[in-house]
């Protein structure tokens, strides 16, 4: 899918990458990293990820990582680009921009709900050697990004969550556009190969992540 991206190119707002001291730095393989913090204005956790892929290092979703852990991530390349999965989940996106003059990524209709923001059309994210899957139906702007290496890499925004009560689900009704049209919408994940699978809202899946989506489609197929 190509999207479009914002061109904004500004003086870093501050020295230093955005910190919180509270965030959770985990590395999953070699090139892949998680963070993660609860947020207690919407009362959940939010998850970030940086992926070191084909065509550069990414962030998606990013909440404030220290400098010191930002420091390491960034041994793996320089940042290529940031990556906002769906119209909620601007977070640090803007900061990161500014600070390493990078362009951020979306749906188009992701990027016309981060002001101001202006972006080129088109613009492919296949540049960064990632899929961008819309997702329809889930929250406005919804994609997943899929990278085919290491047996497959799954990053997901809210269509898909992995946290406690509910565990691997779908994104509960009361949150959706039209949640039906998201499953439908979801169902082409199945024929990706997916070693693992990330989330904006919870716990990777590390191994078997493909068997885990048929499981979850042949107990919900909706």
């Not at 990820?49 to 852990?69: Q, R």
């Not at 119209?87 to 002001?115: C, G, M, W």
């Not at 969550?161 to 998201?182: A, R, V």
């Amino acid at each position: 899918m190509p999207l479009p991206c914002s061109t904004r190119v500004h003086q870093p707002l501050y020295s230093g990458v955005p910190s919180s001291p509270t965030a959770e730095l985990a590395q999953l393989r070699p090139g892949l990293w998680v963070w993660h913090a609860y947020d207690p204005a919407v009362r959940t956790e939010l998850f970030s990820s940086a992926l070191a892929a084909a065509g550069g290092l990414c962030v998606v979703d990013p909440i404030p990582l220290t400098e010191a852990d930002f420091a390491g991530v960034a041994k793996a390349g320089q940042l290529a680009a940031v990556i906002v999965t769906n119209t909620n989940h601007q977070r640090t996106a803007l900061d990161y921009s500014d600070r390493f003059s990078v362009p951020v990524l979306a749906h188009r209709e992701t990027l016309a709900a981060i002001k101001p923001v202006r972006f080129d059309d088109p613009f492919a994210i296949a540049s960064k050697g990632l899929d961008a899957i819309e997702i329809e139906g889930a929250v406005a702007g919804e994609i997943a990004l899929y990278d085919p290496l290491n047996k497959g890499t799954l990053i997901v925004g809210d269509a898909l969550i992995n946290l406690e009560p509910y565990g691997f689900t779908f994104l509960p009704k009361k949150y959706c556009l039209d949640q039906k049209k998201m499953c439908r919408s979801l169902h082409k994940l199945l024929s990706l190969s997916v070693e693992r699978i990330l989330f904006a809202h919870g716990t990777p899946i590390i191994s078997g992540a493909s068997t885990r989506l048929r499981q979850l489609f042949d107990a919900d197929p909706s």
